[in-house]
């Protein structure tokens, strides 16, 4: 589904006078970017709405913002670019647009759907969800085969679709799929992105809700949400290597590597998205937009459920609870998975991808410009 045309129109607008003006050129890497442009095509403005982080600082020097008659707010215009993109790349197209219109409720309803199928599957394939298990062995009420079976599905569906989401995203900036395997452009991008280094305008902290002051909260809860995903990834990622490289099959000690690493990156997935939705809430409505708050809504909600969940169950898996627990926490963690090429994780790919952009064009000549160093 195309972009909303009046939207693109506005966007143009708003860099085409930005460009003219250039006041705000070293609060973050979308200005730069910008005036390498003479016009703004789709994909141009695609690739600059993920280069900002929505700060709000430009917003908030900027001469010619509301109540000027020229009403330029480009963290409000980009922020509206960003939700249209995850539907514009998404695949299959028709869950995009689902999940864009029904945001929190589609989140929610995904997740008990899958809770309840996973609850009839296991027991036709003769689970056991209402007894304590000696040794809390997860597989003798939820049957090995469904777990990989179930997430294995799932796991190919997400990975093929954000594939295909930052092809399409890539060249619609106008890029070749080699070009983002330049090495030292890569890297640049991919340290810029796991360092988190752009969550600040001009080498400082964030300005707050327009207020004076300026606040590392937003980057601090980012830090907590990213690596806490990538702890609980890890942690995945280990426990699969004993199960299969060494046969220890699940649950772990209390001490292992699994359970440290999952614990320590429930724990941020619980604190970072709470404390960035908190931070939303209190955010100026001048620089957002109103059709991103039920996705971003529906990322957090199913990323706290997972991780609450998850400690529940390790808390509880010597009880007869455990059965119950298993399956909500594998359906809410099935329903987040299914919801990451469509919603506010997506973003994350790409940002990334225009960040690799944004280091391969410093190198090059643009108009009047000779490359940067």
Same mark, same amino acid.
């Given at each position: ?16 006078i930005c460009n003219a003006c250039r006041y ?56 509206g670019l960003r939700v249209e993109t995850y ?169 292992s590597l699994p359970v440290l690493l999952g ?34 809504? #529906?990322?957090? /909600? +199913? *990323? %706290? ?5 998850? @400690?529940? =169950?390790?808390? $509880?898996?010597?009880?007869? #609870?455990?059965? /119950? +627990? *298993? %399956? ?5 963690? @099935?329903? =987040?998975?299914? $919801? ?34």
């Amino acid at each position: 589904m195309p972009q909303d045309k009046p939207l693109l129109e506005e966007a143009a607008r708003m860099m085409a006078i930005c460009n003219a003006c250039r006041y705000c050129e070293g609060y973050c890497a979308v200005f730069p970017a910008m005036e390498r442009r003479l016009d703004f095509a789709s994909g141009d403005l695609s690739y600059l709405a993920h280069l900002c982080h929505n700060c709000g600082e430009c917003y908030y020097a900027c001469q010619y913002a509301p109540p000027h008659e020229f009403g330029v707010d480009i963290p409000r215009v980009l922020a509206g670019l960003r939700v249209e993109t995850y539907e514009k790349y998404a695949w299959p197209a028709p869950l995009g647009r689902a999940f864009r219109s029904g945001g929190a409720v589609a989140a929610v309803v995904l997740a008990l759907v899958l809770i309840v199928t996973l609850l009839i599957a296991s027991v036709a394939l003769g689970g056991s969800l209402l007894a304590p298990v000696a040794g809390a062995d997860f597989y003798r009420l939820v049957p090995h085969r469904v777990m990989v079976g179930a997430f294995g599905a799932v796991v190919l569906f997400v990975c093929v679709s954000l594939a295909i989401g930052f092809l399409r995203f890539w060249r619609d900036a106008g890029e070749s799929p080699a070009g983002f395997l330049a090495p030292s452009a890569l890297g640049q991008g991919l340290r810029d992105a796991f360092g988190l280094r752009n969550l600040h305008g001009s080498g400082a902290d964030c300005t707050f809700a327009g207020e004076e002051r300026r606040s590392p909260a937003r980057r601090w809860f980012h830090h907590l949400t990213f690596y806490g995903f990538l702890l609980c990834f890890a942690a995945t990622a280990v426990a699969t290597v004993y199960h299969y490289a060494f046969g220890w099959p699940a649950p772990y000690a209390y001490a292992s590597l699994p359970v440290l690493l999952g614990t320590a990156g429930g724990v941020g997935l619980i604190v970072g998205p709470l404390g960035l939705y908190r931070l939303g809430t209190r955010r100026d409505p001048a620089t957002s937009d109103p059709h991103h708050s039920g996705m971003g809504t #529906a990322f957090i /909600l +199913l *990323l %706290v459920a997972t991780s609450l969940t998850g @400690m529940l =169950l390790l808390a $509880l898996r010597e009880t007869a #609870a455990m059965g /119950l +627990l *298993l %399956v909500v926490h594998l359906g809410v963690v @099935m329903a =987040l998975f299914v $919801l990451l090429p469509y919603g506010k994780f997506v973003h994350g790919v790409y940002r990334a991808a225009a960040l690799v952009k944004h280091a391969l064009e410093r190198s090059r000549p643009g108009p009047n410009l000779r490359p940067e160093d």
